[in-house]
């Protein structure tokens, strides 16, 4: 085969690899480093380790890093806006990739989930959580997400405030099992697919 024609088959086969962006939202910085708010984080963190990809380069105002999974491209992104301005780092990442809304999975924090627990869903809106409202506002609603559910702050504390605590010692463990978990969602929703994924998990 001459240079030409290699050259060919190989952009062919780059068209060919469907390209998948998978988000965690999350506030930068040491401070915020270990925040229920930043569940996210964590949730592509353990991904990119199970993945065996870096999350060292910095493109669009995010850490981004790449690597292949049953033929896929995956994309694993932390924006670095603080986490109301997610979608100016998601908006420009996913127009540089060419990679259409509905092939982006955005993982975030869910008050109104119990602790522990995860829900994936196809579409839907922010439900009040600034950093999706910011993301929507750039790619529209019509993309998949995974809800890591953190629980209601006790008694009248201010959610605002909640979020941005870290988790305590003994939440530990439910937190590992969490994390562990959506790794598997994750890779369940590459392997077989959004409906499957849900259908297993939900």
Avoid: C
């Avoid at 952009?11 to 915020?32: A, F, T």
């Avoid at 065996?52 to 850490?63: K, N, Y």
């Avoid at 790449?66 to 420009?92: C, E, W, Y």
């Amino acid at each position: 085969m001459d240079k030409d024609k290699r050259l060919d088959s190989l952009e062919q086969e780059i068209k060919d690899v469907e390209r998948l962006l998978i988000v965690g939202l999350g506030n930068p910085g040491r401070k915020y480093r270990n925040n229920r708010h930043n569940i996210g984080y964590m949730a592509v963190e353990r991904l990119a380790a199970d993945f065996s990809i870096s999350l060292e380069r910095v493109q669009q105002r995010a850490l981004v890093g790449s690597g292949r999974f049953n033929g896929h491209l995956i994309f694993l992104a932390k924006p670095q806006t603080f986490m109301n301005n997610s979608g100016d780092s998601v908006g420009p990442l996913a127009r540089y990739y060419k990679i259409p809304a509905e092939h982006i999975l955005v993982v975030y924090d869910e008050l109104d989930l119990p602790q522990g627990s995860l829900r994936l869903r196809p579409k839907g809106g922010s439900g009040g959580h600034k950093g999706m409202k910011s993301v929507i506002q750039h790619i529209g609603n019509d993309f998949p997400r995974l809800r890591l559910g953190i629980g209601r702050p006790p008694g009248r504390m201010d959610p605002a405030a909640y979020v941005l605590q870290d988790f305590r010692k003994e939440e530990l463990p439910l937190l590992n099992e969490q994390l562990s978990e959506s790794v598997t969602v994750i890779e369940h929703l590459i392997l077989y697919g959004l409906d499957e994924a849900m259908n297993r998990h939900n």
